[in-house]
């Protein structure tokens, strides 16, 4: 007789570690840390085919608190090992932490050619302007005049901006969230972990130590209807505490303009998005306040060829060439006998 059983259902607790969590008392990671964990677990990944690699920076220890497999591995180079494990094992739930300097800074190559390639893994930025771990440098995505220790009159570098940087690295997914957007950053997480290929998820978290209250126009309950516009497949790009604002193509400029709308007239005029259209996702990545509100969601999704799976198919097609012999190969060409 066959007995059949259900899958165990997992919660949030099959995640947890029994790791001190260590970061500074409200700090934006204990946000995502939860997200993530209630995520997977409603997703019903197993802790056991799941693999989380890190860097160096305060969002190096989340391996540690995932009841997972993990790799604390070296500054900025998480892309480039995850990218090793997903090759040596492509049936692996792959995901990378790391923060904007790790990423960003020394790390910027890796990240890009992981992009590039669409290696199926599921990168998460956690962008809090500011070097946190080494006492609040400015970070590549630190904004002009940030003041710091390394720069105590302000910075005069001009920051770069994640998602158009993903964008223009050929990303298939781009997507933006918040650490306290508890309700909407794990459907985020869930669209990021279905896609086939690399998914690239910037989410803007608060280090309260060295950069703090520096989302506060996104995060403020009463402010954020005015500073965000929340993109969705379909929907049109409307924002406002009262809906009375929206994006429109100026077809003479190139470019988004605000409009208002009133009593919905003008609707006709704002644009639909379509997160498969990456002139649109181009556009509302490189929106920025005080002009223009933060856009929050899935901005591009346009899966395409998967890399580990092309690996596997040329893999597949030298083997069936037959043949190989490593004693000959390693015999052939250039030799030197000493």
Request: hydrophobic share 40%; net charge negative; proline share 5%.
């Amino acid at each position: 007789m066959n007995i059949v059983t259900k899958p165990e259902k997992l919660t949030a607790k099959d995640f947890t570690t029994d790791q001190e969590v260590r970061w500074c008392p409200g700090c934006g990671d204990y946000a995502i840390l939860k997200a993530v964990r209630s995520t997977l677990a409603e997703i019903g990944v197993r802790p056991e085919n799941t693999v989380f690699v890190s860097g160096i920076g305060c969002a190096s220890r989340f391996p540690y608190y995932m009841e997972t497999y993990g790799f604390h591995t070296i500054h900025g180079r998480a892309p480039a090992i995850a990218s090793g494990v997903k090759l040596a094992n492509p049936d692996l739930d792959v995901w990378v932490v790391g923060g904007d300097g790790d990423m960003l800074s020394i790390g910027g190559n890796h990240t890009m050619h992981a992009i590039r390639r669409n290696i199926d893994l599921n990168i998460l930025l956690f962008n809090n302007e500011i070097y946190g771990l080494t006492k609040g440098q400015y970070s590549p995505t630190s904004r002009v005049g940030t003041k710091s220790p390394s720069t105590p009159d302000g910075s005069v570098d001009q920051p770069l901006s994640a998602l158009p940087f993903a964008l223009g690295a050929n990303a298939r997914f781009v997507a933006r969230s918040l650490d306290t957007a508890q309700k909407h950053l794990p459907g985020v997480l869930k669209r990021a972990h279905a896609h086939k290929g690399a998914s690239f998820v910037e989410i803007l978290q608060n280090c309260i130590v060295y950069n703090d209250g520096v989302f506060d126009q996104l995060t403020d309950k009463k402010k954020a209807p005015e500073t965000q516009v929340m993109v969705e497949h379909g929907e049109p790009l409307v924002f406002g505490a009262e809906k009375d604002k929206g994006l429109r193509f100026n077809t003479d400029t190139l470019q988004l303009e605000v409009i208002q709308l009133k009593d919905g007239a003008d609707m006709e005029q704002v644009m639909v998005y379509d997160e498969t259209n990456l002139t649109m996702a181009r556009l509302v990545a490189n929106l920025e306040g005080p002009d223009f509100p933060v856009a929050i969601g899935i901005l591009y999704c346009n899966p395409g060829p998967e890399h580990v799976e092309n690996v596997r198919v040329k893999n597949d097609e030298a083997k069936a060439k037959g043949g190989a012999d490593m004693n000959a190969l390693l015999r052939s060409g250039y030799t030197w006998t000493l």
